[in-house]
């Protein structure tokens, strides 16, 4: 997997353009770090005001599972590993995963279900899902089945270990 979003693809999923970005590529950990950042400005019901300086991120993801679902789902990896709390991962979870799996549920489900049969995180993380518009019914049974036995976000389980989340083949 790679570990950086390129500099054109974020200018793309930011509609802006790309002279307006930093040079080089997004780390994805920089991502992540930043992304996690933004939502604990935030409070259990509200997300930060969009002028906060990582509001970007929140625009990133955004664009990142309408239009590249493969670098969403990288960049969600990442950020589920640099997580340090079930609270973060249910911030990820109710947010970029489920608009992923409501915007291209079937585009990455064989990978959905592959990283949750080997990455403990990552299933965790679907226990934080719920079914929503754009999730048909086929498709929530497979999220259903790929997370079952899995101790869940809403029951308090513990923060399962980060590895499996670290390569995928349909990442950038």
């Known amino acids: 997997m790679s570990s950086a979003l390129p500099r054109a693809l974020v200018a793309d999923a930011l509609m802006v353009d790309e002279s307006a970005l930093p040079p080089g590529d997004l780390p994805l950990e920089r991502l992540a770090t930043r992304f996690l950042a933004y939502l604990a400005a935030g409070d259990e019901d509200k997300l930060p005001p969009p002028d906060h300086p990582d509001g970007w991120t929140y625009a990133l993801f955004d664009g990142l599972t309408r239009d590249h679902p493969a670098q969403a789902l990288a960049a969600i990896r990442a950020t589920l590993a640099a997580c340090d709390s079930p609270d ?9 995963l489920e608009d992923l799996l409501a915007a291209h549920g079937a585009a990455v489900i064989d990978e959905i279900e592959a990283l949750a049969a080997t990455a403990p995180r990552f299933a965790f993380a679907l226990t934080g899902v719920w079914q929503r518009d754009g999730i048909a019914p086929l498709l929530w049974a497979r999220i259903e089945t790929a997370r079952r036995g899995v101790p869940a976000l809403d029951d308090g389980a513990p923060l399962p270990p980060a590895h499996g989340l670290s390569s995928s083949p349909g990442a950038p």
Do not use: D, I, T, Y
């Open 88 to 96: 973060e991962v249910a911030a990820v979870a109710a947010g970029p």
